[in-house]
């Protein structure tokens, strides 16, 4: 009996031991509570994040609550709720993906709260890389000579307002709002260049549509126009559509 004793003992002691190198190498903070959602061990990465120390083990989450405020979610958590997800930003800036997990025992019974903390600052670099590009897109979209246009979601429809569009058509937002800049174009070309469009954005691929009669405010007539549309992907998914008009009357005339 005691040599099985003692042969369980060594198999806990090494599944400890492996589990604890585990927590030591992974780069995700990670931090257990129990079900009274006091601190009882945390990975090398969550110290780092939140400057935890040996000495917080078996202290309550309260003591964390200025960095991360979880401690109202975490004791929905333990109670038996939903997992919770968050974004948070601790005292050097940093930002992370917070998600508060049930910690279940043997029997798959809710006995604690998991804490995982992912860092996101690289995520959140390139949103922001992303902001500044559209932001200088539209400085450029506002500055060109032919007419240019963004926020044409993924079915044609505007979501936004453009100003070159309100400058050539004298359509005012939320007139040409969804599909309402086909109001635009000449009711003889509307039917065709709608069933382009529909068939166009269901495969994501540029497409034009030729000598298309578009409104002009400032000569109060149609002109021939060509426009293109270029599908805008990111990260193999497709968000949006970028447009262009280009006014070719005086060649078709």
């Known amino acids: 009996v005691n040599s099985e004793y003692d042969a ?24 257990f509570l129990d079900d009274e959602l006091q601190i009882r061990k945390f990975t090398p990465a969550a ?9 917080d083990i078996g202290r309550p989450l309260e003591h964390l609550s200025n960095t991360l405020e979880p401690t109202d979610h975490a004791r929905n958590v333990a109670n038996g709720g939903k997992v919770f997800e ?40 390139m949103e922001s890389q992303k902001d500044e590009a559209m932001s200088r897109f539209k400085m450029m979209v506002d500055s060109s000579k032919s007419i240019t246009w963004c926020h044409l979601d993924t079915r044609g429809n505007f979501t936004r307002n453009q100003s070159q569009w309100e400058s050539f058509t004298g359509q005012r937002w939320p007139e040409y709002e969804d599909l309402g800049w086909m109001r635009a174009l000449h009711l003889q070309d509307r039917e065709e260049a709608r069933k382009t469009c529909k068939k166009a954005f269901g495969i994501w691929q540029d497409f034009e549509l030729q000598k298309v009669r578009i409104f002009n405010r400032d000569a109060e007539d149609y002109r021939y126009c060509r426009m293109v549309f270029c599908p805008q992907i990111d990260d193999k998914t497709h968000v949006a559509w970028l447009g262009y008009v280009f006014d070719e009357h005086d060649a078709h005339v």
């Open 8 to 31: 369980k003992n060594r198999q806990l002691a090494e599944v400890n031991a492996d589990l604890d190198n585990l927590l030591k190498s992974t780069q995700i903070g990670v931090i």
């Open 47 to 55: 110290a780092a994040a939140i400057n935890l120390l040996k000495s």
């Open 86 to 125: 968050t974004e948070v930003r601790n005292g050097d800036g940093d930002f992370f993906l917070l998600r508060l997990l049930p910690f279940l025992d043997s029997s798959n019974s809710p006995n604690g709260v998991v804490i995982a903390l992912f860092n996101i600052n690289l995520l959140k670099s």
